[in-house]
Nanobody, 125 residues
């Protein structure tokens, strides 16, 4: 079974930084694209960032461009989301997801088939 475990969430103030990490097991990690999504109360789960398979090409939602950086460490089967200059509107549960097909790239929920349990990120003013 594919397993994903997110970590690094917490409560910080606006302008602070957080680093989220996702550990993946049960799959040949390097050949699958990876993504981060978030879901705020009362809202749909939305795309945040993704990175293609292998060394990966990153993509970002407009709302986080210039502030968030996605990266992957294929040797350790992890994907990271470095979040800088956090804003109250970034408050959400953040989910890590693996791509549905190998050697791919995606930015939509349909492009991913395995999800972590989520980690809470709360930004106070």
């Amino acid at each position: 079974q594919v397993q994903l475990v997110e970590s690094g969430g917490g409560l910080v103030r606006a302008g602070d930084s957080l680093r989220l990490s996702c550990a993946v097991s049960g799959r040949t990690f390097s050949i699958y694209h990876m993504g981060w999504f978030r879901q705020a109360p009362g809202k749909e789960r939305e795309f945040v960032a993704s990175i293609g398979w292998g060394r990966g090409l990153p993509y970002y939602a407009d709302s986080v461009k210039g502030r968030f950086t996605i990266s992957r460490d294929n040797a350790n089967n992890t994907v990271t989301l470095q979040m800088r200059n956090l804003k109250p509107e970034d408050t959400a549960v953040y989910f890590c997801a693996t791509g549905r097909t190998p050697y791919g790239l995606g930015r939509n929920r349909i492009d991913f088939d395995s999800w972590g349990q989520g980690t809470q990120v709360t930004i106070s003013s």
